[in-house]
Nanobody, 115 residues
Framework: QVQLAESGGGLVQPGGSLRLSCAAS????????MGWYRQAPGKLRELVAT???????NYADSVKGRFTISRDNAKNTVYLQMNSLKPEDTAVYYC?????????WGQGTQVTVSQ
């Protein structure tokens, strides 16, 4: 079993920055890829960014050049640095951790971009 604890969400003005963190505990030796997803009201959950065990990254087109995903394997933590935030980035952001044989999700953290 893997437990995930997310932090770092909040309210920010357009153009601002936030950094999300997701710390894993439990059977962390089994973790492969880690990632962030988001779900806005009335929309499906969508991929934001993923990072593999060897730090290969993948981003949604909508966040490329603005968001950066990273991981600290010693701390079993994945980060999402979000810059130049836009109102359309408003959503609940979820951390996801991939293990064999299952995936684990965090509880979600709200990010609101508004004046």
């Amino acid at each position: 079993q893997v437990q995930l604890a997310e932090s770092g969400g909040g309210l920010v003005q357009p153009g601002g920055s936030l950094r999300l963190s997701c710390a894993a505990s439990g059977s962390t030796f089994s973790i492969n890829a880690m990632g962030w997803y988001r779900q806005a009201p009335g929309k499906l959950r969508e991929l934001v960014a993923t990072i593999t065990g060897d730090s290969s990254t993948n981003y949604a087109d909508s966040v490329k050049g603005r968001f950066t995903i990273s991981r600290d394997n010693a701390k079993n933590t994945v980060y999402l640095q979000m810059n130049s935030l836009k109102p359309e980035d408003t959503a609940v952001y979820y951390c996801k951790v991939q293990t064999s044989p299952r995936n684990y999700w965090g509880q979600g953290t709200q990010v609101t971009v508004s004046q």
